[in-house]
């Protein structure tokens, strides 16, 4: 499909709040590896007005393969607008490319806070036992509740792929259950706990819906019993 008619079919897609409508726009947009194509799929990432159909939009660009990887590692080094290099970094953690890992590293005290979250996600992708410590500091020291939930999540990330740092990670969950007083940030730490122990405290998460249900205080008083009996 050419650059046109592509313009075209996202005005359909943009004023539509129907999942088949952006699907079928995201099916022709990846259609071509053209560099102009690639450009203008690039563009539309500043464009957030339909939310479901930007986030569509940007998971697209993933299976682009190397040209949209190669496109990406070259914007890196020349973008100014904050909100996508944000996209850039969340994009190559998605793709582990190795930038990915050092943009999140840099990122990761940025005075933005999505930086900050995406780079936790990246950390907690593609890090390795040094950025334990970096998701700790953000797990225990971050200012915004919405970050620090993301820190203890990418901590079950991490163990996903290095089981062996179990009582790192573990320890820092401790650290952080003990003094968070945000609701959201809680269960996240709760549920990432309940993942590396294999135990289950009352909460339940669904993915797809992003829905975390459970009574909270409950399952932190089992959680942290549980994490007591570790020892110190």
Same mark, same amino acid.
């Given at each position: !499909?050419?650059?046109?008619?592509? /313009?075209? +079919?996202?005005? &359909?897609?943009?004023?539509?709040?129907?999942?088949?409508?952006?699907?079928?726009?995201?099916? +022709?947009?990846?259609?071509?590896?053209?560099?102009?194509?690639?450009?203008? @799929?690039? $563009?539309?990432?500043?464009?957030?007005?339909?939310?479901?159909?930007? /986030?569509?939009?940007? %998971? $697209?660009? &993933?299976? =682009?393969?190397?040209?949209?990887?190669?496109?990406?590692? #070259?914007?890196?080094?020349?973008?100014?607008? /904050?909100?996508?290099?944000?996209?850039?970094? @969340?994009?190559?953690? =998605?793709?582990?490319?190795?930038?990915?890992?050092?943009?999140? =590293?840099? $990122?990761?005290?940025?005075?933005?806070? +999505? !930086? #900050? @979250?995406? %780079?936790?996600?990246?950390?907690? *992708? !593609?890090?390795?036992?040094?950025? &334990?410590?970096?998701?700790?500091?953000?797990?225990?020291?971050?200012?915004?509740?919405?970050?620090?939930?993301?820190?203890?999540?990418?901590?079950?990330?991490? *163990?996903?792929?290095?089981? %062996?740092?179990?009582?790192?990670?573990?320890?820092?969950? =401790?650290? %952080?259950?003990?003094?968070? +007083?945000?609701?959201?940030?809680?269960?996240?730490? &709760?549920?990432?706990?309940?993942?590396? !122990?294999?135990? #289950?405290?009352?909460?339940?998460?669904?993915?797809?819906?992003?829905?975390?249900?459970?009574?909270?205080?409950?399952?932190?008083?089992?959680?942290?019993?549980?994490? $007591?009996?570790?020892?110190?």
């Amino acid at each position: !499909m050419d650059l046109a008619s592509l /313009q075209k +079919e996202y005005a &359909i897609a943009k004023a539509s709040d129907r999942f088949p409508v952006h699907k079928r726009f995201t099916k +022709e947009l990846i259609s071509s590896n053209d560099a102009d194509v690639i450009r203008y @799929h690039y $563009a539309l990432l500043s464009d957030r007005e339909n939310a479901r159909l930007y /986030q569509l939009v940007r %998971a $697209a660009f &993933i299976e =682009r393969g190397e040209p949209g990887e190669a496109f990406l590692v #070259r914007r890196a080094a020349e973008e100014t607008d /904050q909100a996508l290099r944000a996209d850039i970094l @969340h994009l190559l953690g =998605r793709l582990r490319n190795p930038l990915g890992l050092k943009l999140a =590293r840099d $990122a990761i005290n940025s005075d933005d806070r +999505e !930086m #900050r @979250h995406r %780079a936790c996600y990246v950390l907690g *992708w !593609m890090g390795d036992d040094e950025d &334990i410590d970096l998701l700790r500091d953000r797990l225990l020291k971050d200012l915004d509740p919405y970050v620090r939930g993301t820190a203890a999540t990418a901590l079950r990330q991490v *163990w996903f792929r290095l089981p %062996a740092a179990k009582p790192r990670l573990l320890k820092a969950l =401790r650290e %952080a259950l003990e003094g968070e +007083e945000n609701s959201e940030a809680l269960k996240l730490i &709760i549920l990432s706990v309940q993942t590396i !122990m294999e135990k #289950r405290f009352g909460l339940r998460e669904n993915i797809e819906e992003r829905t975390i249900t459970g009574d909270v205080d409950a399952a932190k008083k089992k959680c942290s019993q549980a994490l $007591a009996r570790l020892g110190p």
